[in-house]
């Protein structure tokens, strides 16, 4: 909000003021004094600054001399002048005005049309007025001016006329007023605006003029050159920065781009250009960085590559659902392998949630904030995986991008990289990747320049170690390298207890509630299959229970319903029964004989024995005979 002062000499110009302001709907503040007195109260004021001050006459310029802010001076007009004078022949006919710096126009007519003498005063300074007043005490002369003028006329028994403004004065002085308070308010946004622009930027910025004389020095450059701005705004570079070379620029009107300078202990990289008005060279501008933060921009670019959210990890341990006791242990394995910077190996089957333990991994350590590249290497073929890995420059092969492409080891700088199925990687990638993680540097397709990177690496395979090396599925000394720390994954019918905390944590939003109670029926099932597909095969029954959800009518529906969804699961669960059965039927009969034989042996009786079994006396009978039958059968000879 612009903020307006004005000063008025005298109490019926401040009420005018106050009503003009209103009218035009300008926010005004008002004080009264003259002179000193007005400006002890611009000192003493408080709160925002400044925009605008106003006044009349000699304090109007009295102000504008002392203080730093806009004056408009509220200027008596001619009509004003006139009035006052009539006034003043009313007394005398010979009349002084006194008037501050400048003479008034159209005294003379103003003479003749009044039949009058006028005597200019033009006031210097107030000792000065104060002898011209009393010069004119035996002139016969009445006095027109303002508050300074009429106090000392009145000191020297002088007839006097305040000289008033009026409003048309007063309308035309505060319309100027806040036109000259916008455009105040508008360069100083612009100023600031620059001031923001050149003190945000991480360059340091110099400019100077024709002479060398510095005019702008940013906070970037105070702080990379340990030079304070207000020591060095106005002085010469040569004697700020001796090696600027902006000098130069000055005399040869030539650029210089990407140069190095050694300036202040310090190394930076610094461009020069010419300031040219048509082609006049009106001044020079340098714009420097550290060294060191070119490096740090480096590596910020390569963040700012892998921002996209598949180079996120986004599952942590408390992802990896379950209570069984190996699954903790291995949980509280890999979260130690998270704060090695050691590469590791993942061993799991298909659906174990090998993934799911390298992002909890990467999530755990001190690459967390730094890219997460994940990639499948069976996914691809042999001649894309090549290129997807170490990237291509221009030009590499047919087909190639225009400006090249970033390898996923270039990506993942920083951060990690992960590597599933490994196993699937052609040898003659893996020669290249065991270079990669020897010497931490990579070699772009068709490129001839080595690019340094800082990578975990983080590799999987669904197959044993001792597979991959016995069948030559991978190098023994890529294997090795790889291998360091190692880490084999349980299988969900390793971990069956957690089968029910994943149904509840795989249950749909929308129709968990519904799900719940079927799921409770349907879990002795589960729990009795060996998920060959793991969490994952369960994670996709879950899924098909939910669309079929509405099929589930009763409790005796069970079976048919899981012979719907699930009819695999059933049939796995009545083969692996049969052969349970077929095996474990004999030693429960040779275990029931062993019983029966032991009770009816510690008892007298018969119906001692049968008691003590929980069975009746006629069903202990029946079932010695048969014993009796067996031992005997067993006893005869073979034909």
């Known amino acids: 909000m612009n903020r307006i002062i004005f000063i008025s000499s005298y109490k019926e110009l401040s009420a005018m003021a106050q009503s003009v302001a209103k009218e035009l709907g300008l926010t005004v503040e008002f004080y009264e004094g003259w002179l000193d007195q007005a400006s002890k109260i611009i000192e003493n004021l408080s709160g925002p600054p400044i925009d605008i001050l106003m006044s009349r006459g000699g304090t109007a310029k009295f102000l504008a001399e002392k203080f730093p802010i806009p004056v408009i001076p509220v200027n008596t007009g001619p009509y004003e002048i006139l009035d006052a004078l009539n006034e003043a022949r009313q007394f005398r006919k010979n009349i002084a005005i006194t008037s501050y710096g400048e003479r008034y126009i159209g005294l003379p007519l103003m003479e003749k049309v009044l039949d009058i003498s006028i005597t200019e005063v033009i006031i210097t300074d107030l000792k000065t007025l104060e002898q011209q007043i009393a010069s004119l005490a035996s002139g016969n002369y009445c006095v027109v001016g303002g508050g300074p003028s009429v106090a000392y006329a009145q000191k020297f028994g002088l007839p ?329 994954l349980p299988t969900l019918a390793e971990r069956r207890e957690d089968i029910k905390h994943l149904c509840e944590h795989f249950l749909p939003e929308e129709n968990k509630q519904q799900l719940r109670p079927i799921i409770e029926k349907i879990l002795p099932y589960f729990e009795k299959y060996t998920w060959p597909g793991n969490i994952r095969e369960l994670h996709n029954t879950i899924q098909r229970l939910s669309f079929f959800v509405e099929s589930f009518v009763t409790e005796e529906d069970v079976k048919d319903f899981l012979r719907l969804v699930a009819p695999n699961i059933l049939r796995a669960i009545a083969t692996s029964a049969e052969d349970d059965k077929s095996q474990i039927r004999p030693q429960i009969q040779d275990l029931e004989h062993e019983l029966i034989l032991k009770a009816v042996a510690e008892h007298k009786t018969l119906q001692e024995a049968a008691n003590h079994l929980g069975i009746g006396r006629s069903t202990l009978t029946r079932k010695l005979k048969k014993i009796r039958e067996s031992q005997l059968s067993d006893s005869l000879p073979t034909l």
């Open 160 to 488: 006097n006329v305040f000289l008033k403004t009026n409003r048309a004065t007063l309308h035309s002085a505060f319309l100027e007023a806040e036109k000259l308070t916008s455009l105040r308010r508008e360069e100083m946004r612009k100023s600031r605006r620059l001031e923001a622009i050149l003190n945000a930027t991480y360059d340091g910025i110099i400019a100077v003029d024709a002479c060398g004389a510095i005019e702008i020095f940013n906070k970037s450059a105070e702080k990379t050159l340990n030079i304070r701005a207000a020591a060095a705004i106005g002085k010469n570079i040569a004697d700020i920065v001796p090696n600027s070379r902006l000098d130069h620029v000055l005399q040869t009107g030539q650029a210089e781009a990407g140069e190095l300078q050694d300036t202040n202990n310090t190394r930076i990289l610094t461009n020069r250009v010419p300031v040219k008005y048509g082609a006049k060279i009106v001044g020079a501008v340098a714009t420097f960085m550290e060294s060191s933060k070119v490096v740090q921009a480096e590596h910020k670019i390569r963040k700012e590559l892998t921002s996209q959210s598949q180079f996120k990890a986004k599952a942590t341990f408390s992802d990896i659902i379950g209570i069984s006791k190996i699954l903790e242990v291995k949980k509280k394995i890999a979260r130690n392998f998270a704060q090695s910077p050691l590469s590791i190996m993942l061993y799991g089957a298909s659906g174990t949630g090998k993934e799911l333990f390298a992002q909890s991994i990467h999530n755990a350590s001190e690459r967390a904030q730094n890219p997460f590249v994940a990639i499948n290497c069976g996914a691809l073929p042999p001649t894309l995986l090549e290129s997807e890995l170490f990237g291509y420059e221009e030009g590499a092969f047919t087909g190639a991008r225009r400006k090249g492409k970033h390898g996923l080891f270039e990506l993942a700088h920083g951060g990690t990289i992960f590597l599933d199925e490994i196993d699937a990687l052609p040898i003659e990638v893996q020669a290249r990747l065991l270079r990669v993680l020897q010497e931490r540097e990579v070699l772009r397709i068709g490129g001839e320049s080595i690019i340094p990177i800082n990578i975990r690496v983080i590799a999987a395979s669904n197959k044993s170690a001792e597979d991959l090396l016995q069948k030559n599925i991978i190098r023994e000394d890529l294997f090795y390298r790889l291998n360091v720390l190692w880490l084999e």
